[in-house]
């Protein structure tokens, strides 16, 4: 919701908004202009013309109530999307994991190339330090979420499907429920339009060939891939901080091979590079531009964020909240922190998801050393019968040699600042309030508590 008030903000609209508690976004915000109130209150929307509201957000909410009584319009992000995004070229990013990362880095490519594309990526983007921004470009590249349906009030040129799997439950039962989903997305497609999907994902290649049967374009990308129409070869690299590989593309049906240099590590990064990169050209990018303009990318926030370092330890902040996305962050990990002492601190994030994916976190930790599990998250949810614990779930990874329920996050954090040595490496795992572990840790390790 924050990207959506920074475009309303930056195209000369009055804003204003409320949040249960002030954080960065909100007083960024309020920095630049818009009106921000703590806490939900009827007295909020005075003066309001359209309330626009997060899938968070409850019938029973007083300003949802004030509005509906005052008949003013309310919009969810579904509903607000093709208002945002008239008369723009569309390339949106969806997947179950790398959107954040794919849709970054198709703005920074087109960013640093001329082009000046408006964009809502769903983190803070450390090359502009904001997650959202009116262009004066005709491109406007957006993350498109599948909660809520926000990705069907898209209408894209070029959409992206990065990879799909069961994510969730709470919405999307099943994974044909999702699969459903994504097809309708890429159904969005006007016929000349482009599909690019990941040749390595199995249900990403499925809707690929549906739409290649049907005659209308698709590009495929992937690792290695000799059937992909994008893919990266020979990822060799002495710098742990880098991923270094061969891009091959076809043009005029000549394969064509150029080095690129990513400066994010994990085989899912060159993947969400090499979707960008597929991305960018067809909007009219050549790769000579494009290459330059990659090794240059500072990542986003929460997305493998480095929050510090003190006494000796490396603090990492990581969204990652499905075990695949756990899984592959730690694998980065471990690449870049080759002798390290990884210690992965996780809180689940709601209940539905940890419930139907119990048995997949067990076994997403292999490359930690240590692994720390704290109360879930719960989010819009409210615990049902049968629902594990943090408890429940530490004793179900108990193949880990170590894996531990730590509690709240205070005392996660006092049981890391009793732990940790000089060289190891946390990575907080959270879709939540746990990066204020890290932020604890630091401090205790600096000695300012």
């Known amino acids: 919701m924050s ?6 903000l930056e195209s000369g609209v009055t804003v204003s908004g409320s949040d249960r508690q002030a954080n960065d976004m909100t007083r960024a915000l309020q920095r630049d202009g818009a009106t921000i109130f703590i ?8 003066g309001a013309s359209a309330l626009l509201i997060s899938s ?8 949802v109530v004030a509005a509906r009584s005052a008949n003013i319009p309310i919009l969810d992000r579904r509903a607000a999307f093709p208002l945002l995004l008239s008369g723009k070229d569309q390339i949106a990013v969806a997947g179950t994991h790398g959107k ?18 408006s964009y809502i990526v769903g983190g803070v983007m450390n090359n502009t330090g904001s997650n959202a921004h009116a262009g004066k470009g005709r491109a406007f590249v957006v993350e498109a979420d599948e909660y809520g ?3 069907l009030g898209l209408a894209p040129r070029i959409a992206v499907i990065t990879n799909i799997e069961h994510d969730h439950p709470d919405q999307f039962p099943t994974l044909q429920d999702v699969m459903t989903a994504f097809r309708q997305f890429a159904a969005r497609l006007p016929d000349d339009g482009t599909l690019i999907a990941c040749a390595d994902d199995p249900h990403a290649l499925t809707l690929a060939h549906e739409r290649k049967d049907a005659g209308k374009p698709v590009l495929t990308y992937g ?3 000799p059937d992909a129409d994008w893919s990266a070869i020979d990822n060799e690299s002495d710098d742990a901080q880098v991923s270094d590989f061969m891009v091959r593309c076809f043009r005029h049906n000549l394969p064509v091979r150029k080095r690129a240099v990513l400066p994010l590590t994990g085989t899912h990064n060159i993947r969400n590079a090499l979707a960008a990169l597929a991305a960018a050209h067809t909007y009219g990018v050549t790769l000579e531009e494009m290459l330059p303009a990659l090794r240059t990318f500072q990542g986003t926030g929460r997305r493998f964020e480095v929050m510090g370092q003190a006494g000796g330890v490396t603090v990492i902040s990581d969204y990652g909240h499905h075990p695949t996305a756990i899984r592959a962050t730690l694998q980065a990990a471990r690449q870049r922190y080759r002798q390290a002492t990884l ?8 209940y539905s998801r940890t419930r139907l994916l119990a048995d997949q976190y067990a076994s997403a930790f292999g490359d930690a050393d240590h692994v720390l599990i704290t109360d879930i998250y719960a989010a819009r949810e409210r615990p049902a019968p049968g629902d594990p614990s943090g408890a429940d779930l530490a004793r179900n990874a108990a193949s880990h ?11 996660t954090a006092s049981l890391l600042r009793r732990e940790v040595r000089p060289g190891d490496v946390v990575i907080i795992f959270s879709a939540g309030d746990a990066p204020r572990v890290g932020e604890m840790l630091l401090k205790s390790l600096a000695g300012k508590v």
Do not use: C
């Open 100 to 117: 954040t990362t794919t849709t970054a880095l198709i703005v920074h490519l087109l960013r640093e190339t001329g082009r000046d594309p």
């Open 223 to 225: 690792l290695d891939n």
């Open 56 to 63: 968070a957000v409850t019938d029973d909410n007083p300003e």
């Open 149 to 151: 349906g926000m990705f």
């Open 3 to 8: 990207a959506i008030a920074r475009i309303l």
């Open 343 to 350: 210690w992965a601190v996780w809180q689940p994030h709601t």
């Open 39 to 46: 806490g939900h209150a009827a007295e909020n929307i005075k």
């Open 401 to 411: 040699p170590d894996t531990r329920y730590s509690g709240g996050l205070d005392a």
